[in-house]
Nanobody
Framework: VQLVESGGGLVQPGGSLRLSCAASGMIFNMYVMHWYRQDELVASITSDGSTIYASSVKGRFTISRDNAESTVSLQMNSLKPEDTAVYYC??????????WGQGTQVTVSS
């Protein structure tokens, strides 16, 4: 199983970034997909599209997935300096099966 994140970078406060995570070696629609930053769960999406968000990003971030392409994305708008972190993609199938990506750096600074 491999999860590969992309889309991180440097952006000014108020700007936007879109992160993507490409999954391989797994039956993608069997997994709940998540975005984390450091130890904080940012957002999750089930195979049928149900979502949850951390209160700190609700209304600014949107998680989505494409089961046909085995990808999950995180659209981040109205970025703040406190959003600066390494963002990780995670896949879970049960309490004991989980996979992580290598992370992508997001820096929000003027």
């Amino acid at each position: 199983v491999q999860l590969v994140e992309s889309g991180g970078g440097l952006v000014q406060p108020g700007g936007s970034l879109r992160l993507s995570c490409a999954a391989s070696g797994m039956i993608f629609n069997m997994y709940v997909m998540h975005w984390y930053r450091q130890d904080e769960l940012v957002a999750s999406i089930t195979s049928d599209g149900s979502t949850i968000y951390a209160s700190s990003v609700k209304g600014r971030f949107t998680i989505s997935r494409d089961n046909a392409e085995s990808t999950v994305s995180l659209q981040m708008n109205s970025l703040k300096p406190e959003d600066t972190a390494v963002y990780y993609c995670k896949a879970t199938r049960s309490t004991s099966v989980e996979y992580w990506g290598q992370g992508t750096q997001v820096t929000v600074s003027s």
